[in-house]
């Protein structure tokens, strides 16, 4: 029913010489992923420190530049600060989301630094989603 392949597959005699063009091991992908959402994770940090300044975001996104900078070999990141009419329960559903994937990545990578920041990130950013709920009478 099906005919058989009969000549080599052209993804390999595209590339030639396999060695010509670099090649990142699994950990490198992994860190520059990491790396990714974290430094994410750390614009929105900055963005709800700027509508929200609180001693905790403070601390948060401290620890985030300095767990970037060592996944990309010294780099500082790029700070941001914005100001605005964003609102603030959707960067917290936000940075909760991207903690949450930052922690999937450093658990692969058991990364325990970045995940155990990633998980006090995911945390402090679902207490703040969090809205109080008022007590009413039956009645």
Known sequence: ??????????????????TDFPHRSRE?????????HLAALL????????????????????????QVARLRGGTAPVRTTMTGDSKVAALHRRAHALAGRALVVAASRAD??????????????????????????VG
Request: glycine letters at 4%.
């Open 112 to 137: 325990t630094a970045a995940a155990i920041l990633a998980a006090e990130r995911m945390d402090a950013h679902a207490v703040a989603q969090a809205e109080p709920q008022e007590l009413t009478g």
């Open 43 to 66: 614009a929105v940090t900055d963005t709800l420190r700027s509508l929200e300044p609180s001693t905790d975001l403070d601390a948060a996104a401290e620890r985030l530049a300095e």
């Open 1 to 18: 029913m099906y005919e058989p392949i009969r000549t080599k597959s052209v993804h390999s005699t595209m590339a030639g010489n396999t």
């Open 28 to 36: 490198e992908e992994l860190d520059i992923q990491l790396a990714g």
